[in-house]
């Protein structure tokens, strides 16, 4: 029996067969609604806005410099504003089109091992396999490069749950990180809502049985699902997945909730509205906003109930 059967045979069997809940955590922007870069105070009320309506013990974030053309440095801002909140983040790169250097200087200049365990781990990229934005011999060049000069830190790397199951990252697997973020979101296979939260669940069975199988092992590796989320109101559709509030509590509830009851650790994508932030493009070409994938309002004020 290959480990992926193993796998769904204890999903069926979940949470009975699951000793702990999983971790929830939540993708947070790096620019306010004015598009100017977050400092200490605005990710200290990002914070206490997370912690008073939510279970949520941890945070990503994505690019640590440039974001829209602005020099934010992140790192040097999220970290002391979590150590004073007791959250822990996982720090992002945004390595896409030259800017790794970049990158990586504004994460050195915060000294984020310094911190201590407010520092979760660093991620190198996300979806630039999956969006074509580089290749699988940079993504390895670069965390080989990561983990010369952190090697006590926890490294991974952030992709579609496809690209995680189809093997194109499979010398990624065995690169010697520990962290896979698989991201997944039934939105954009274009799912009712009544079909969700079992669309999500097959996805990240697949994607995790690929990297059991590939290591051997079902715990070689930590296995997160890096993103998935739901539109709220003033969203774009995706053919039969409809934008609104009340749909993206229901996701919660069903798939996140269920999820976490499977002791997997997953980040929401994302915890605050972002008005500034530009459109997508889908798979089908078709332009879709990303202003209103929070479960808080740009103003930090909760869309629903947040707990399971």
């Known amino acids: 029996m290959q480990l992926r059967e193993i796998l769904s045979t204890a999903l069926a069997t979940a949470p009975l067969a699951v000793s702990a809940a999983g971790t929830l955590g939540f993708a947070v ?15 200290e009320a990002d914070f206490q806005a997370i912690q008073s309506n939510t279970d949520a013990q941890l945070v990503r974030t994505y690019s640590s410099s440039d974001i829209f053309g602005n020099p934010c440095h992140t790192p040097s801002e999220v970290l002391p504003a979590a150590k004073n909140a007791g959250i822990k983040v996982l720090l992002g790169m ?14 050195d200049e915060a000294d984020p091992t310094s911190f201590g365990d407010t520092l979760y781990g660093i991620t190198i990229g996300s979806e630039g396999m999956y969006r074509g934005t580089y290749d699988g011999d940079q993504l390895l060049g670069w965390i080989s490069d990561m983990q010369k000069s952190y090697p006590d830190t926890l490294l991974g790397t952030a992709d579609s749950w496809n690209c995680w199951n189809n093997g194109s990252m499979d010398a990624i ?8 973020l698989a991201n997944g979101f039934a939105y954009w296979q274009y799912q009712d809502i009544s079909n969700a939260t079992k669309t999500y669940f097959d996805d990240m069975a697949a994607a995790l049985g690929h990297v059991q199988d590939v290591t051997g092992s079902l715990d070689k590796v930590h296995f997160m699902n890096g993103e998935t989320g739901w539109p709220g109101t003033g969203g774009s559709d995706a053919g039969a997945a409809k ?17 976490l009851d499977w002791g997997v650790d997953l980040f929401w994508f994302e915890a605050f509205d972002e008005p500034n932030k530009a459109d997508a493009i889908g798979d089908n070409g078709q332009i879709a906003s990303e202003k209103h994938w929070g479960s808080f309002n740009s103003d930090r004020s909760p869309k629903f109930d947040m707990h399971c």
């Open 243 to 259: 934008a609104g509030d009340d749909n993206m509590e229901t996701y919660w509830h069903s798939a996140v909730c269920g999820l």
């Open 29 to 43: 922007g790096n620019t306010n609604p004015d598009g100017s870069c977050k400092v200490q105070s605005d990710f």
């Open 173 to 180: 697997i065995t690169s010697g990180i520990q962290l896979i």
């Open 94 to 107: 945004w390595p896409d089109g030259g800017a790794y250097d970049k990158e990586k200087a504004a994460i």
